[in-house]
Each structure stands twice: as C-alpha cells, then as structure tokens.
C-alpha cells in the first residue's frame, strides 16, 4: 500500500505505513551514502525543540490548542522511544540539514494527525512546515539540536573520564612505593615510582576532562530564534526568550540566547572548538595506552614493569600469547576520533556568508566520537584499568643496573667525571653505587644516603 504525498516540487509516492512524509522520501532517493541514521540521542533534541516551539506558539496565540496539543502528543510519544525507525534521513545529507528536520517535522506531523483521526498525508488540517515548524528554521534548529545532544552526551562523558581518573590514582596509591627508573627519550632516566607515573596519568585526564567541561559550557547559547539567517522572520518578539526558558526547564541547564544570532549562523566555532577538545582528549589517552603497552611488553623480552590483564587469547597460531587488546581498542578509537576532529575542522571553515550548511557532518563526527568514548571507557576501567599489576621484581632489576644513577654524584664529583662512571657501569654492568664505592669516591655510608631511592622522588603522597 501507498500513498501519494505533494510538496513545492509536485507528488510522490510513498509506503502508507510511514510516518514520514515526500520531503523525506525525497531524502532517501537523494541521499543514499552511508546507512546511519542520526543517534537518538540528537532525534530526541530536535523533538524536544518542536515540542517547546508547540507550547510557546500556543501561549503566544499563534497556534491554536487542537492542533498544539496533537503534536506534544506526537513529540511525547518519539520522546518516550517509539517511532525511532521514522527517522531514516542518512547523516549524510542536505546541507545545513533541511532533510533531517523535515524528517522530524514529517513524522510529528503524521502522528499527530493520526491522534485527531485524519489520514496520513492530510496536511491541508496540520502541515510540516506550517504548524510543526512554525516560527522556526534548519537554520537555527539544527545547531540548537546540535548543542543540546552534546551537551547531554558529553556530561556522561565527563562522568567516564572521572571514573578513568579515578581508576588511575587507584592505581598510583597502589603502587606508590614500587620504585623504578624513568625513561626520556626512552633511554634510562633518574627513579620515579610507578605510582607517581599512574598520578600522572590520572592528573592528564583530568585536565582533559576540565577542557571538554569549558567548550561544553559554550554550547549553552543557543540559536534558537534567529530562524532564517539568524533574523528572528516569522517569530513573536518574546518567541526567543520563551522558548529557551521553556527548553532550560525541560533540560535543566542554564541556557542563553546566542549574543549575535547572526554570528552563530554563520560560524560554528563553538563546534569546531568543542571538538578539538576532544581531540586532545584523544592525543592524551593515546600517549597513556603507548605507555601501558610499553610497560607491559614482554613478557620475556620487553619491559614487563606491569602486567595487564589478560581478557583474551592473542594469536591465532602461537600459544600462550596475550596481546594488550583493550589499550589497542581504546587506540584505535583515538584514531579515529581525531579523524572525526579533522572533518569537523574543515567543515568549520566550509561555511559561507550567512549559514555554514556543512553541519550535519559536524554534528555526526562529533556525537560519534562521544559516543565511542561513552561506550568504551567504562570498560576500559573495568577490563584493564583496575586490573593492572605491577612487576616489582622487574622494576627492581632494572632500577639496580641504571647508570643514570650516577646523576646523584655531580654535586661531588662533577658532571665529567659522573659521566665516566656511568660509562664504565654500562660496559661492565656493575651498579653505579658499588663502583663509585670500589673506586673510593664516595664511602659506603655516604652512598647508602645518596642512593636512598625513598629520597629520591619528589613526590610521595597522592
């Protein structure tokens, strides 16, 4: 069964069982790129928009009861999780996103008609764009969509890179007293403590975490109002205010007006910002997951400072192997993330004079590369974090035979001539302190306080 639906461009036909409408149809002949849908997580924004638009028309006198209170009903039902297969617009789309919020305005539209017993497709009583649109644009509600699906993804996110961090200073305290060497340029360095390498990492999400919050909190101004090229056309003057005190009550953040409507169609900065947040986030847990697979490496002929947990076998073909798979995944999706971040940046400077119509891309890279983070890091916590062991033995072992060791004698000796000894201790092996010892140049009672490693950090307690 079909049913034939008309728009400016004349009619087509269409499945009758759906629920959305030509425009929509149009989009899944235009569009047929990659198969993925928006996230619900941005399907349940822009109803939340319509719905909010509906209320405030109703109060201002510009949309009657009936017709009002039809499409919150349809806005309730997509918000309570039914008619997500409506949504079928690819993420790949027309620019600005005129697809995808026809989509939403097709589908509300349907349901609601359904709910005052017309016929799907009778939008001569309540129409798409008339009524369910009313007194807005793609222009400003898709990037106010936009803002408010990542606002509400990314504070789940801050939630799993605290539990991250959380994680690793679990770890540091736990491994506070295990000393070892250092290493920079991957060459042996003075000791630190195993601990203080974990505080570190823990202290490296953290800042991460505190830079996604500040580019978050810019996603608090909102669009909404400015309609077409940000001028407010076809909105009462108190739409704005209304709708976005409306839309703060319904979301429980403090959101503003955009301070230039103009400014935040044309540019999507904040977006652009946002995501290069991320992608240091990104840089971040990439260096920390190359540690821990450097740490772990081994067992016999690597590191093996720290033993990770072993959550699978790791060859198809050698025994026995297990492979650090959970920093590789988290890598991976690094990766791809500040891939995501380069597309989002070319689309940034992609718009031109009063609309960047290159936001359906940005909108996707971004909630994907959250939503990627969101699914994965509470494993990661829980699979690898938590799990992790120190080798003391190792550690130990490698800490005894660092020739950098022989740092601690400049004061006295001289830089030149520590520099020999460290020399001499990597051709013949033998620890710097017995043989600054054996050459007499320091007792033995004073290379028991030089070389007192619980003296040697600069930081013990975390």
Same mark, same amino acid.
């Given at each position: 069964?079909?049913?034939?639906?008309?728009?400016?461009?004349?009619?087509?036909?269409?499945?009758?069982?759906?629920?959305?409408?030509? #425009?929509?149809?149009?989009?899944?002949?235009?569009?047929?790129?990659?198969?993925?849908?928006?996230?619900?997580?941005?399907?349940?924004?822009?109803?939340?928009?319509?719905?909010?638009?509906?209320?405030?028309?109703?109060?201002?006198?510009?949309?009657?009861?009936?017709?009002?209170?039809?499409?919150?009903?349809?806005?309730?039902?997509?918000?309570?999780?039914?008619?997500?297969?409506?949504?079928?617009?690819?993420?790949?789309?027309?620019?600005?996103?005129?697809?995808?919020?026809?989509?939403?305005?097709?589908?509300?539209?349907?349901?609601?008609?359904?709910?005052?017993?017309?016929? $799907?497709?009778?939008?001569?009583?309540?129409?798409?764009?008339?009524?369910?649109?009313?007194?807005?644009?793609?222009?400003?509600?898709?990037?106010?969509?936009?803002?408010?699906?990542?606002?509400?993804?990314?504070?789940?996110?801050?939630?799993?890179?605290?539990?991250?961090?959380?994680?690793?200073?679990?770890?540091?305290?736990?491994?506070?007293?295990?000393?070892?060497?250092?290493?920079?340029?991957?060459?042996?360095?003075?000791?630190?403590?195993?601990?203080?390498?974990?505080?570190? /990492?823990?202290?490296?999400?953290?800042?991460?975490?505190?830079?996604?919050?500040?580019?978050?909190?810019?996603?608090?101004?909102?669009?909404?109002?400015?309609?077409?090229?940000?001028?407010?056309?076809?909105? $009462?003057?108190? /739409?704005?205010?209304?709708?976005?005190?409306?839309?703060?009550?319904?979301?429980?953040?403090?959101?503003?007006?955009?301070?230039?409507?103009?400014?935040?169609?044309?540019?999507?900065? #904040?977006?652009?910002?946002?995501?290069?947040?991320?992608?240091?986030?990104?840089?971040?847990?990439?260096?920390?997951?190359?540690?821990?697979?450097?740490?772990?490496?081994?067992?016999?002929?690597?590191?093996?400072?720290?033993?990770?947990?072993?959550?699978?076998?790791?060859?198809?073909?050698?025994?026995?192997?297990?492979?650090?798979?959970?920093?590789?995944?988290?890598?991976?999706?690094?990766?791809?993330?500040?891939?995501?971040?380069?597309?989002?940046?070319?689309?940034? #400077?992609?718009?031109?004079?009063?609309?960047?119509?290159?936001?359906?891309?940005?909108?996707?890279?971004?909630?994907?590369?959250?939503?990627?983070?969101?699914?994965?890091?509470?494993?990661?916590?829980?699979?690898?974090?938590?799990?992790?062991?120190?080798?003391?033995?190792?550690?130990?072992? /490698?800490?005894?035979?660092?020739?950098?060791?022989?740092?601690?004698?400049?004061?006295?000796?001289?830089?030149?001539?520590?520099?020999?000894?460290?020399?001499?201790?990597?051709?013949?092996?033998?620890?710097?302190? $017995?043989?600054?010892?054996? $050459?007499?140049?320091?007792?033995?009672?004073?290379?028991?306080?030089?070389?007192?490693?619980?003296?040697?950090?600069?930081?013990?307690?975390?």
């Amino acid at each position: 069964m079909t049913r034939k639906e008309f728009d400016s461009l004349g009619g087509m036909e269409l499945p009758d069982d759906a629920y959305y409408g030509v #425009q929509t149809q149009r989009a899944l002949i235009n569009f047929p790129v990659s198969g993925i849908r928006e996230p619900p997580e941005f399907v349940r924004a822009y109803v939340m928009i319509k719905k909010a638009a509906a209320l405030v028309n109703m109060r201002l006198g510009e949309l009657d009861s009936k017709r009002g209170d039809a499409i919150i009903f349809a806005a309730d039902e997509v918000l309570d999780g039914k008619y997500l297969d409506q949504f079928v617009v690819d993420v790949h789309q027309a620019g600005a996103g005129t697809s995808f919020n026809m989509n939403v305005n097709e589908v509300l539209a349907n349901i609601a008609l359904e709910r005052l017993g017309h016929r $799907k497709g009778d939008y001569a009583f309540l129409h798409p764009n008339d009524h369910v649109n009313m007194a807005q644009s793609t222009n400003d509600t898709f990037p106010t969509a936009t803002h408010l699906a990542i606002v509400d993804r990314s504070d789940l996110l801050s939630m799993a890179l605290r539990e991250l961090a959380e994680a690793f200073e679990s770890k540091a305290m736990e491994f506070g007293k295990i000393y070892k060497s250092g290493r920079t340029h991957l060459m042996d360095a003075l000791p630190v403590t195993l601990g203080e390498e974990f505080h570190a /990492y823990a202290s490296a999400v953290r800042r991460a975490e505190l830079r996604l919050r500040e580019r978050r909190d810019e996603l608090l101004e909102l669009a909404i109002g400015g309609t077409a090229v940000g001028t407010g056309a076809n909105a $009462k003057p108190l /739409y704005r205010t209304a709708i976005i005190e409306l839309l703060s009550e319904m979301t429980g953040l403090k959101l503003m007006p955009a301070q230039d409507s103009f400014e935040v169609t044309q540019s999507r900065s #904040q977006i652009v910002a946002y995501s290069s947040a991320l992608k240091g986030l990104a840089v971040e847990l990439i260096r920390v997951c190359n540690d821990l697979r450097l740490l772990n490496s081994g067992p016999t002929t690597g590191l093996s400072e720290i033993v990770l947990p072993a959550v699978q076998p790791g060859s198809s073909i050698m025994p026995g192997k297990v492979n650090p798979v959970m920093a590789e995944c988290l890598d991976m999706i690094c990766f791809q993330i500040i891939g995501n971040d380069t597309a989002v940046m070319l689309a940034g #400077q992609a718009g031109q004079l009063e609309l960047n119509v290159m936001e359906p891309l940005m909108t996707y890279n971004v909630l994907s590369s959250i939503s990627m983070l969101n699914n994965f890091l509470p494993v990661f916590v829980s699979r690898c974090v938590k799990g992790i062991m120190a080798n003391e033995d190792r550690c130990r072992h /490698y800490l005894d035979r660092n020739p950098i060791l022989a740092t601690l004698l400049d004061h006295k000796i001289g830089y030149m001539e520590a520099a020999k000894l460290a020399e001499e201790s990597i051709r013949t092996g033998e620890p710097i302190p $017995k043989l600054a010892v054996r $050459k007499g140049l320091i007792s033995e009672e004073e290379a028991r306080t030089i070389f007192d490693i619980t003296k040697m950090s600069v930081v013990n307690d975390h």
